[in-house]
C-alpha cells in the first residue's frame, strides 16, 4: 500500500484500536489517527460487570495492558498511532474524502482527510420511554468507562441498596449478579416471559433464573417498568411496574440492550442492513470500499442460519480489527460467518450456548434432535467434581451440529469451546463421538460430556433413545394426564430429592428386570434418573420386555427446571 | 444380530466393559461375558496417581460410578452381564470358536465358546532389567487396583519416605507429583537427557522438568538404575545409578512405558503390527473378523503421519467399546485416526499436548512453521488471571495444524481442546484466527491464547515475523556469537528478572523509534520481552528503519526454560 496512506479510525474502543495497533504493524509508515469522544480509549468494557462489583478495584487496571496504561501518549510512543480524545467526528464528506471534527471541549469544528476510513462506533444502549426517566438521579445503563464509573460511585456515595434492573440479557444477568456481590439487593425485571429468551431454550432459561433466584436475585418477569419516583432531592426513590406493583430502587439500570450506533454511517449514505447496523462484506468494507466499519455498528452473518445478525461480542470486534487492518495493508483477509458464541458467569456457576436454539431450529424448519444432558465434569472419585448440563440441538440432515447450550458450576466454558470449534468447522455428531479430547482425571471423565451428549443425539437419530422434555413432562403432570413418571433411581435417591405426584413411582434400575413386568403395558411410561442415563437404560430394559410406550426424560432430575 | 449371539470380552477395565455396557444396550438379548483374571473390574486405572496420593482416599469410589460398586453383582442386575473375576483366558481355538479359561483360584481349565470375541487385555508395565530387582520389596510398577492399593500400603506400613521413580514419561511425571503430594522425597532418574521425550519439544520439557524441580522433585537425566540394594529384611534400602551414584529409596517405582499384553493374541495367530500391538481395521476388528480387539492392546493411526502407534488412553479405549459394541450390533461404526492427545496435571500446572512435535515435523519431512507464545488466560484486570505457554506447530503447505504442546498454572485444557478439535476436523490456521470463541472476562481474553498463537504463526507463514528458539539463542550464548539480544521491557520490569550475559541490552519499546538508530547495524539483533508480543513490535519497528538482520526470540522470558 501506499506508504503516506492516510487512515482515520472512528471510535478507540476494540475494533478501532485493534485496527490501528495490527495497521501500525503490517504498514509501518502509514498515517494512523483515530478519533474517540470520550476521554478512554482502548478499555475492557466487558470488565464493566467486575468493575462495577468492585472484583476490579481501580478503573485503570480496566485500560492498562500488560502494565501500561494505555492512552494517547502510550498509543503515540509505543505504537506510533496518533489517538485523540474528546473529539467527535460529526460528518463523513465521502466526495472530499474528509471528516467533519468537533473538538468537544473547545466547541470548533475541523476538517480532517482521509484516504481510507474505518468506522468503529459501536452500540447505544436502548432506552425505553419511561414516565420519569430523564428527571430523576440514579438512572445508568451500561455505556463507557465514564458511566460505570459514575454508577460504582452513584452507589457508594449515596448508599443504595436496592438496585432495579430493566431487561434480563446477558448484561442484565451479569450487572445482576455483579452488584449482587456487591452487597445489593437486586430485582430483575423482563418484559417477555423468561431471561434471556434470544439466547437459551426455555428449560435452560429456567434453570439459570432458578439459580439467580437461590442466589437471592429477585426476577419479574412479564413485567416492564412504567414509570420512576424520586424523592425531594431528585434522587431516584422507587419504580412502579405496569403491574402497579412499586419496587424500592436507589438505582435502575436500564439492560434492553444495544442498537448499533449508525447515525453517522446512515448521513453519509453509508448502506445498512435490515438488522440496523451497517452493512459490510466479507472483508469488513462497507457500501463505499474506502471506507470499512467493524464492532457492534456492523452486521455479522450466522454461521447456522446465513442470517444478518448484531452480536454485542468484545471477542469479535477485536477479529474484525485484524481483519480490516489485514485487508487495508493488501491481503484478502476475511472475516466469516460466526456462531454467535456467548459466555457469563453467574456467581460459581458458568451459563454459555452457540449457534441457534431449539426454538429457533423449530422456527426455521430444521428437521432437528435436540438431547439434555447432565453429567460431572470430572470422575465421580475426583475431589472438587461439579455437574454441568449440556443441551445439543443438530441437524437430522446433514447431522451437523446447530447448536449448545451449556450451563453449571463445572468446567462448561471448556466444552463450549469444543462446540464452538466443531461448529465452525462444521463437524458432524458422528466425527464427534470419537474425538480425541485431553483426558486426565482432573480435568475430565474418560468421555467427555461433551461426547457423551453427541452419543445421545446419534442414539436418537438413529432410533435407539427416544426422550421427552422437561417442559412436556411439566405440561403432562399439570394437565393431569394419565401416565407413569418412573423414578429408577435408588431409594436413598428418591428420599433425598424427587418430583411429588401422584404419577410418579419408584423402581431402582437394579430391579426393573424383575419387577418391570407388573407395570400396566397399556399407559405411556417416561423414566426418569439423576442425569437420565439409568433412565434411559430403563427405557432399553422396559421395550425388551415388550413395553411399546416407553421414553425417558431428558436430562433427568438435574436439568428439572421446576422446584422439587 | 442373531439374538443369542454369544459375545465374550476378555479382559474387565475401560475398553472391555464399555463394550459390554453398549452392547447390552444395542443388543438386549445378547449373551455376553466378561472374563477378567483381577479381583477388580471397570476401575478407573487413570485416577491411581490420585489414589497414591491419598487425594482420592478410599479406593472403592475408583470403580464406583455414580454412586454403585462395580462388581460383578452390579453388572448382573443392572447391565444384564456376566462378569466373571479371577478367570484367566489361556487360549483362543480359533477354528472352533471356543476359549481355554482357567479359573485362577481353583486351577481348573475349562472350555467356552464363543461367537464373537473381544480381546481388551490392555498393556504390561515394562520391567527392565535391574540386578537385584526380583530379591527385593518395595519395587512396585503402575499395574492394576492390586498393584496400587499394595503401593500405597507399603508407603504407609514401612513409613517409606524417599522414591526413586525411573522412567520419565506422563505416567512418572504424573506418579512423583502424586508421590510428592503425600509428602514423599521424590527423584525421578530417567535414561534419556530430557523428560517426556516423546510427548514434548525440548523446551518445553525443559519448563515442566525447571516446574518439578521448583517444587522439589530431583531430576537426574541420562542416568538409569544399575541396581537395586535391600536391608537384612529384603526391603528396598537404595538404588544406584549406572552413574555409579547412590540413591536412597524406600521404594523404587518403575514407569518405563507399557508393552501391550498380545501373548493369547499372538497365540492364535492374530496379526500384531510393527509397533508391537494388535492390528485393527477401522471398526476394530482384528485379522479374524470374528475378533475384535481395542484399549491398550491394539495399535491407532496417528491422524496427522497416518503412522501405526500405541496410545495409553483411557479415553480412547471407551470411545473404542463403544465402536466395537455398535459394529458388532451391526453399524458401520468406525474409530477414526486420532491425534494421540495427552494431558496431565503437576501440581497446579497443566502440561497438554496434541498432534505432533517439532521434532517430528522436521523427522517427517514437513515445511512447518513453530511458535512459542505465552500470555495470561484471562485479560490482566481480572482477578486470578494465570499464565499459559502455546507451542503450535503448522504446515506451511496446508496451513493445517500438526501438533500444540500447552503448559503452565493456567487453563491450558481448555485451550488443548480447541486445537484437538481443529486438528481433527483439519482446520486451517486461518481459520482458527476468526474463531468466534467463548469470551468474557471470567474465561479468557478478548483475543483467545489460541487464536493470538495462531495469529503468530500466520505472521511467520507470510513472513511478517521472524522468531528464533530459546535453544538457538541459549546456544549462541554458550557459543559466545556476537549478537545483540535486545531486552525491550521497561528498566521496572527488567530489574525484576532478566538474563545476565554481556550480549544482553536493554532499550524500552516506547525509546524505541527515538534512540534504536544507536544500534550497531552489522549484527544479528534478536529482539526479546516477557511474552514475545513487544519484541515482535520492536522488530518491526527495526525493520522500518531499515535494519535487516533483526528477530525476536519465540516465547519471551515466560517461555526461557534455563535457570535466571
Known amino acids: ?51 462495577a462489583s468492585g472484583a476490579v478495584k481501580d478503573y485503570r487496571s ?14 503515540a510512543s509505543v505504537k506510533g498511532v496518533r489517538v485523540i480524545t474528546g473529539h467527535q467526528v460529526v460528518a463523513i464528506d465521502r466526495k472530499n474524502k474528509q471528516l467533519q471534527v468537533l473538538d468537544m471541549q473547545q466547541g470548533e469544528k475541523k ?87 434470544a439466547l437459551f431454550d426455555e428449560e435452560m432459561s429456567l434453570l439459570i433464573a432458578k439459580y439467580l433466584q437461590e442466589r437471592g436475585v429477585k426476577i419479574l418477569v412479564g413485567s416492564d417498568i412504567a414509570r420512576v419516583v ?53 472483508h469488513m468494507q462497507t457500501s463505499d470500499p474506502d471506507i470499512y466499519a467493524g464492532g457492534d455498528c456492523v452486521e455479522c452473518t450466522h454461521l447456522v442460519t446465513g442470517q444478518k445478525v448484531t452480536l454485542t461480542l468484545g471477542s469479535l470486534a477485536n477479529l474484525q480489527g485484524r481483519v480490516i487492518a489485514d485487508h487495508i495493508a493488501g491481503d484478502e483477509a476475511v472475516f466469516p460467518p460466526v456462531p454467535a458464541t456467548t459466555i457469563f458467569k453467574i ?26 444432558v447432565p453429567g460431572a465434569d470430572k470422575p465421580a472419585f475426583y475431589p472438587g467434581t ?31 469451546e469444543i462446540v464452538a470449534t ?42 435407539l433413545a427416544e426422550g421427552v422434555s422437561p417442559l412436556t413432562v411439566k405440561q403432562k403432570f399439570d394437565r393431569g394426564e394419565d401416565f407413569i413418571y418412573l423414578d429408577v433411581r435408588s431409594r436413598a435417591e428418591y428420599k433425598r430429592m424427587r418430583i411429588d405426584h401422584s404419577n410418579v413411582m419408584l423402581l431402582p434400575l437394579g430391579n426393573l428386570r424383575k419387577a418391570g413386568k407388573q407395570l400396566p403395558r397399556d399407559k405411556e411410561i417416561i423414566v426418569s434418573c439423576m442425569v437420565s442415563l439409568r433412565a434411559y437404560e430403563g427405557c432399553l430394559i422396559l421395550k425388551a420386555m415388550g413395553f411399546e410406550n416407553v421414553k425417558f426424560m431428558d436430562g433427568g432430575l438435574l436439568a428439572w427446571p421446576y422446584p422439587l
Open 1 to 51: 500500500m501506499d506508504r503516506n496512506r492516510k487512515i482515520v479510525i472512528i471510535g478507540g474502543n476494540a475494533c478501532g484500536m485493534k485496527t490501528a495497533a495490527r495497521l501500525r504493524r503490517r504498514a509501518p509508515s502509514a498515517d494512523i489517527t483515530v478519533y474517540e469522544k470520550g476521554t478512554f480509549v482502548s478499555y475492557g468494557s466487558c470488565g464493566f460487570p467486575y468493575y
Open 62 to 75: 480496566l485500560i492498562g495492558g500488560a502494565g501500561a496504561i494505555r492512552d494517547a501518549a502510550y498509543f
Open 111 to 197: 476538517k480532517c482527510p482521509y484516504d481510507t476510513l474505518v468506522i468503529a462506533t459501536g452500540g447505544i444502549p436502548a432506552r425505553p420511554e419511561i414516565d420519569g426517566l430523564d428527571r430523576a438521579a440514579g438512572i445508568f445503563t451500561v455505556t463507557g468507562m465514564d458511566e460505570i464509573m459514575a454508577l460504582r460511585t452513584y452507589v457508594e456515595t449515596n448508599e443504595v441498596k436496592e438496585v432495579v434492573i430493566t431487561g434480563g440479557g446477558f448484561i442484565g444477568v451479569e450487572m445482576a449478579e455483579a452488584l449482587k456481590e456487591k452487597g445489593l439487593a437486586i430485582t430483575l425485571v423482563k418484559k417477555s416471559d423468561k431471561i434471556l429468551p
Open 230 to 282: 424520586s424523592d425531594d432531592s431528585g434522587k431516584l426513590k422507587h419504580v412502579v411496574t405496569d403491574r402497579n406493583e412499586t419496587l424500592p430502587a436507589g438505582l435502575l439500570l436500564i439492560t434492553k440492550g444495544f442498537v448499533p450506533n449508525t447515525e453517522l454511517a446512515r448521513k453519509a449514505g453509508i448502506t445498512c442492513g435490515e438488522s440496523g447496523a451497517i452493512e459490510v462484506n466479507a
Open 347 to 372: 456467581f460459581d456457576h458458568t451459563a454459555c450456548r452457540t449457534g441457534i436454539t431449539e426454538k429457533e431450529a423449530r422456527e426455521n424448519g430444521y428437521d432437528y434432535v435436540s438431547v439434555i
Open 386 to 416: 461439579r455437574p454441568i448440563i449440556t443441551k445439543l440441538i443438530a441437524d437430522r440432515q446433514t447431522r451437523k451440529l446447530l447448536g449448545a447450550q451449556i450451563l453449571g458450576p463445572g468446567d462448561a466454558a471448556k466444552r463450549m
Open 422 to 463: 466443531a461448529i465452525t468447522c462444521g463437524a458432524t455428531v458422528d466425527q464427534l463421538s470419537t474425538l480425541n479430547l485431553a483426558y486426565s482425571p482432573p480435568y475430565s471423565p474418560p468421555i467427555d460430556n461433551i461426547i457423551n451428549a453427541v452419543n445421545t443425539v446419534i442414539n436418537k437419530m438413529n432410533g
